[in-house]
């Protein structure tokens, strides 16, 4: 079997290495530059909390077009460069070919469908996972667990996925219903993200204030009922028990990624969570003040986003390198529904 992997970063590097693991000469990862030439000199090197020190040798392209038609490719970018890594890649894409996307989000599918061949076969995934690219470019995992949600409407092509990764280093699930799976995630991002990057503030910060509970629930509110108005079949305490959760949590001192990525004046995405909201909610005549309030916003700079004050903050890494908090609300065997909070990886 022919598997590729492009997007070699906190996700996409620790997907590749357990693939490379398991199967030594049949996976090739997609890398330009410097990361490159790392990976052709030292490999690609996985610190694991779960499986330990592991160093492989996937081969490395920066010309995945040469290497012809895959039988799968795993696509684990961030939104913004979904276009891009897509282009990159259309030519490994042949009749049968299985493309698996993991990235946040819920449209992600959607839109990789307009790029690739028609036929292409999909498979969704929702993925949880402390995990950190290193500036060695070596791949962190910083706890215990990596748990898989892996499910699409081409059943055959979902057990081919599940089967590549039913391996030491993941807990992988079958999900009958992936869409819900994806949308519980995504209530939590559209909230616990874009108030701690609208804020500036840890989610502890934003919690001490009767005010910040109740904008955090009314985000997670908004969120579901557009998930609702798509015909996601999500529960109708969902934003309830998502919220309890959160207060629950013994380590509220972290950001989510998405605030650390404002602060630092990165690239991100937002659009992927208020702006999606915003935009579909529109379309099917929701209203969603908050959720629109916290993008107009980030849009005028009438807030601190984008303005990387916070850059190189040694006190701000410290709070991210002490990993996430996790929400859980129950579902398929008990773990649907948990959620990566101010994960250094951002798959959460």
């Known amino acids: 079997m022919k598997i590729m992997v492009t997007g070699i970063g906190a996700i996409g590097g620790y997907v590749a290495s357990i693939l490379t693991l398991n199967y030594p000469d049949q996976v090739t990862v997609v890398a330009r530059r410097r990361r490159k030439e790392s990976l052709l000199t030292n490999g690609l090197v996985l610190h694991s909390a779960m499986i330990g020190e592991k160093v492989t040798h996937p081969k490395v392209t920066d010309n995945p077009a040469a290497e012809g038609i895959q039988d799968v490719i ?26 698996v996307p993991m990235l946040n989000g819920v ?16 498979v969704d995934t929702v993925i949880y996972i402390n995990s950190a ?9 910083l706890s215990k667990f990596a748990i898989l949600f892996i499910g699409a409407e081409d059943k055959a092509a979902a057990e081919t996925v599940f089967t590549l990764l039913d391996h030491e280093g993941f807990k992988a699930h079958r999900a009958d219903h992936i869409q819900v799976e994806m949308w519980n995630k995504y ?12 804020y500036e503030k ?32 999500l529960s109708s305490d ?9 207060l629950k949590q013994k380590n509220k001192d972290v ?7 404002f602060m630092a004046g990165k690239q991100n995405e937002l659009e992927t969570f208020s702006g999606y909201i915003v935009k579909k909610a529109e379309t099917l005549g929701i209203p969603v003040p908050l959720s629109k309030k916290c993008m107009r916003h980030s849009r005028r700079g009438a807030n601190p986003f984008n303005k990387g004050t916070r850059t190189g903050d040694p006190e701000l890494l410290q709070k991210d390198s002490q990993g996430p908090a996790v929400v859980l609300i129950g ?10 909070l101010g994960s250094l990886c951002y798959n959460a």
């Not at 684990?76 to 897509?86: D, E, G, P, Q, R």
């Not at 939590?188 to 993200?193: I, L």
């Not at 065997?333 to 990566?340: N, Q």
């Open 187 to 198: 209530l939590t991002n559209c909230a616990y993200n874009v108030l701690t990057a609208y």
């Open 202 to 233: 840890t989610i502890g910060e934003i919690l001490a204030s009767p005010e910040g509970e109740r904008e955090l629930l009314t985000l997670l509110e908004e969120a579901y009922r557009v998930g609702r108005g798509c015909g996601i079949p």
């Open 331 to 340: 579902g398929t065997e008990g773990l649907s529904g948990i959620f990566i």
């Open 133 to 141: 690219a290193e500036k060695d470019y070596s791949i962190s995992q």
């Open 238 to 246: 969902a934003p309830q028990v998502i919220l309890g959760r959160i």
């Open 74 to 99: 795993f696509v684990c970018v961030k939104n913004y460069s979904l276009a891009s890594a897509l282009e990159g890649i259309k030519a490994c894409v042949g009749p049968g070919t299985i493309v």
């Open 255 to 261: 950001y989510s990624s998405l605030a650390l990525d």
């Open 107 to 122: 449209d992600h599918t959607e839109k990789a469908a307009a790029i690739l061949p028609p036929g292409t076969r999909f």
